[in-house]
């Protein structure tokens, strides 16, 4: 079992800049591919970025391409999500999310899950 506690959300103007970090529970942290997803009000949970487990390599939603980078510390078991040029669109509830090894765009892939952290930008 992996928990994961997500932090850092908040409210930024858009323009504006918020580094989310994602703390897992987990011995074997580097084993594990970690994703950001975001589920706005009314639509469904979207995929962010993620990082696969041991090799390193990312993937990005277009969307956030360029604008977003996922990053991890296996020595602090932290996954983070620095977001920058924030616009509206962006606000959501924010998720980190968990599964062995291979990073996936879809979220139903993933085992662990965090409880959330609320992004809202301001026009």
């Known amino acids: 079992q992996v928990q994961l506690v997500e932090s850092g959300g908040g409210l930024v103007q858009a323009g504006g800049s918020l580094r989310l970090s994602c703390t897992a529970s987990?011995?074997?942290?580097?084993?594990?591919?970690m994703g950001w997803f975001r589920q706005a009000p009314g639509k469904e949970r979207e995929f962010v970025a993620a990082?696969?487990?041991?090799?390193?390599?990312?993937s990005y939603a277009d969307s956030v391409k360029g604008r977003f980078t996922i990053s991890r510390d296996n020595v602090k078991n932290t996954v983070y999500l620095q977001m920058n040029n924030l616009r509206p669109e962006d606000t959501a509830v924010y998720y980190c999310?968990?599964?062995?090894?291979?990073?996936?765009?879809?979220?139903?892939?993933?085992?662990?899950w965090g409880q959330g952290t609320q992004v809202t930008v301001s026009s």
């Open positions: 999310a968990a599964r062995k090894l291979h990073l996936s765009p879809w979220a139903r892939e993933y085992d662990y």
């Open positions: 987990s011995d074997t942290f580097s084993n594990y591919a």
């Open positions: 990082f696969t487990g041991l090799v390193g390599s990312t």
